[in-house]
């Protein structure tokens, strides 16, 4: 049972699809960390960790996520049976699904867009994070992949590195509540888990790019050494940014924190 925003109504259990196993703790420290441990005891491919609180959320780089209650917090257990270069694409999936979600959920106040791994954006200022973790077998094929989410529906922090917003501050509908949300992301999950796995990273890609920002554009990327400057020239067929330099070179960049070039 999951409390309400103030503590007080528990909120409604949401309907997700039949092939979704759904985990609801009120409060736990990292919905990663739960989903590993359910991992590494056998949890089944899309088995959903949702709390109502994290008391030790975990975010990109070793940063904390700090996370009151309020807001959307989940790990999504998956066994997508591919090749470890391969994971990375289940981050634009679930990404892609949970920007769709969003987008029919908040109404047109709200324009959803991505920024580069794996961030949505609520106009503009930074309203969702996901964090993915994976292990591989022996064989060297994926044993699981745990996507974390989090959404900011009713608080966002004041001191983030980029702008952060809300789904209620910027104008969502009060009906947007997480049981709502997560319903909605299951729908879209199915969806686009099935689109990548028939049709493979193109269309996910295609649909992520419809959305992103700073495709095209003068961008800066800080790296944990050095910041590096160029145009986001496009994102490769893994889910890497290809940063193209003024004299034309290109660098493939798997990880990094994008700006707009100041
Ligand atoms: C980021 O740094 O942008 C990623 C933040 C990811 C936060 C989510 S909240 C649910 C899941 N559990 C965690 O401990 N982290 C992720």
């Not at 910027?170 to 969806?191: D, F, H, I, K, Y």
Request: hydrophobic letters at 40%.
């Amino acid at each position: 049972m999951i409390s309400g925003p103030s503590g007080t109504a528990p909120a409604p259990l949401p309907e997700l699809p039949p092939a979704f196993s759904l985990i609801a703790l009120d409060s736990v420290g990292s919905t990663n960390d739960e989903a590993r441990r359910l991992a590494e005891e056998g949890a089944a491919h899309c088995t959903i960790v949702w709390a109502g609180e994290q008391t030790k959320g975990r975010g990109r780089q070793g940063r904390s996520w700090t996370s009151p209650r309020g807001n959307l917090y989940l790990s999504i257990v998956l066994r997508p049976d591919c090749a470890p270069s391969e994971a990375a694409q289940l981050s634009f999936v679930t990404c892609v699904a949970l920007g769709e979600a969003i987008s029919s959920l908040a109404g047109s106040r709200v324009e959803v867009t991505y920024k580069w791994p794996n961030d949505v954006m609520f106009n503009g200022k930074k309203g969702v994070g996901l964090l993915l973790e994976s292990k591989s077998t022996p064989a060297g094929r994926v044993d699981w992949v745990i996507v974390g989410m989090g959404t900011n529906i009713e608080h966002f922090p004041e001191d983030a590195r980029y702008p952060a917003s809300s789904l209620r501050k910027e104008g969502a509908p009060a009906s947007l509540v997480p049981a709502t949300l997560l319903q909605e992301l299951a729908r879209q999950l199915e969806t686009w888990l099935d689109v990548w796995r028939k049709r493979g990273f193109g269309d996910v890609r295609a649909a992520w790019k419809q959305r992103v920002q700073g495709l095209g554009r003068a961008i800066e990327v800080r790296l944990p050494n050095e910041t590096l400057t160029g145009v986001f020239g496009d994102l490769d067929r893994n889910g890497a940014l290809i940063l193209t330099f003024k004299d034309g070179r290109t660098r493939t960049i798997t990880a990094g924190d994008v700006f707009p070039q100041s």
